[in-house]
């Protein structure tokens, strides 16, 4: 499979750490980030490269040259006028493979490939998108997708966004089949998110690829710093999906918000004090956050999915506006007692998923290669400590009861300065 990578930014908004050379070239531990990246794809098998390159381009094509001393081949492709970042792609297209992987050259990305690739197949996608919370959601742009993960709608930076929404990012990482070339675009110069890629939203041929893998752009020298901090401590390779990952399963009410009994109301969401700087800190310190939260409200026919999904958009929307995000939020709608006035009897079963059963810690033990046993989970009640029990992780209790947990904490934030000890 050909890999195109686009490296023709200028980096306009990062020239206080290096403005004499291009945006790819800046240095992490020694080595320019393109060549993380190159060394990244070869690893796992992707050693057809193209690169597009313009501002600056010469140093790119001198210090990679063929890409023979990286054990890859590589192919330039010079902008000799501005293309946008997606021009170039028409002019390339009798050189790209069926399917073919495009990648932003200013990133730093530790990903398996090869799943993210076997996942757009399975859909046979024209275009999937490597989607995945971030610690600025605010000013990112936003992709929208149905249940099946099939792309509804796509809200750029400028674009208005709803009050509350999922923090579900575009990471910059792309498998797009070659028919997505066949469009006209009128003008020599193309932006690939908005006239490539969205107005494919709601066809039903672009699909999202969520996934907590380490993807982060070095647009500004803070997140720059941020990044090398990161590499320096072991956290970018250590979230690949090849590799196991460690977890912090969180109960939601009592423990992310305050405790309401059956919280139906949106407007009776509120954060606990502390919670944002504790999800903060799971974040820097490389556990996935995955909340799991027993939700019998659905089969009590109180609340409908879509309107958990709003509350759930709230929590998202509160942590991501103070740099904080959850990786994936798992919940129960079942209840098994029956007999009540306006429940849903499709939910009124003896699931696996209802804590203390595990089936949700199970479940996102297997979408990302968790190891139970290296991880955690944290709530207020009996039931939380019995799922991490019979999940195998260690457990924490938020109260003063004594249900056979290995830690009790007075709350969330107490708990994440326990870590390690």
Avoid at 30 to 46: A, D, K, S, T, Y
Avoid at 49 to 64: A, P, Q, R, W
Wanted: some cysteine; proline content about 4%.
């Amino acid at each position: 499979m050909k890999v195109v990578i686009m490296a023709g930014g200028k980096g306009t908004r990062i020239a206080s750490v290096a403005s004499d050379i291009p945006k790819p070239m800046i240095q992490i531990q020694g080595r320019p980030i393109l060549e993380h990246e190159i060394v990244c794809l070869r690893e796992q098998g992707f050693t057809d490269i193209l690169i597009t390159v313009s501002h600056l381009g010469n140093m790119i094509m001198e210090y990679f040259g063929d890409g023979s001393k990286l054990g890859v081949h590589i192919e330039y492709y010079f902008e000799k006028e501005p293309l946008g970042n997606a021009g170039a792609l028409f002019r390339i297209k009798d050189r790209l493979t069926d399917d073919f992987l495009l990648l932003n050259a200013d990133a730093m990305f530790d990903i398996d490939f090869n799943r993210f690739v076997q996942y757009h197949r399975e859909h046979a996608a024209v275009a999937t998108l490597f989607t995945h919370p971030n610690s600025h959601p605010y000013d990112s742009g936003l992709i929208i997708a149905d249940e099946q993960m099939a792309v509804q709608s796509w809200l750029a930076k400028e674009d208005d966004r709803p009050q509350y929404y999922k923090n579900r990012v575009n990471a910059g990482l792309h498998v797009l089949n070659k028919s997505i070339l066949n469009q006209t675009i009128e003008g020599a110069k193309v932006d690939l998110d908005r006239q490539l890629l969205k107005p494919f939203a709601g066809s039903g041929k672009m699909y999202c690829y969520d996934s907590p893998e380490y993807v982060k752009d070095m647009g500004t020298p803070e997140r720059y710093y941020a990044v090398c901090k990161d590499f320096e401590n072991g956290i970018v390779h250590a979230r690949n999906l090849r590799h196991k990952q460690k977890a912090i399963f969180i109960d939601r009410d009592g423990t992310i918000n305050e405790y309401v009994g059956f919280l139906t109301d949106i407007n009776d969401f509120h954060l606990i004090d502390g919670v944002v700087q504790a999800i903060r800190k799971i974040n820097q310190a490389g556990y996935l956050a995955i909340v799991v939260t027993n939700q019998p409200v659905i089969a009590r026919g109180e609340v409908t999915i879509s309107e958990l999904q709003q509350i759930h958009n709230k929590m998202e929307t509160l942590l991501g506006e103070n740099g904080a995000y959850v990786d994936a939020i798992y919940f129960c709608p079942h209840h098994p007692d029956k007999g009540f006035g306006g429940e849903r009897i499709e939910y009124k079963v003896d699931c696996s998923c209802r804590k203390p059963k595990p089936g949700m810690l199970l479940k996102a033990a297997e979408d990302f290669n968790i190891d139970l046993s290296n991880s955690w989970m944290i709530g207020d009640g009996k039931n939380d400590v019995q799922a991490g029990n019979n999940a195998g992780c260690h457990t924490a209790l938020i109260g003063r009861d004594d249900y056979g947990q290995d830690k009790t904490v007075s709350s969330l934030l107490d708990f994440v300065g326990t870590i390690g000890e």
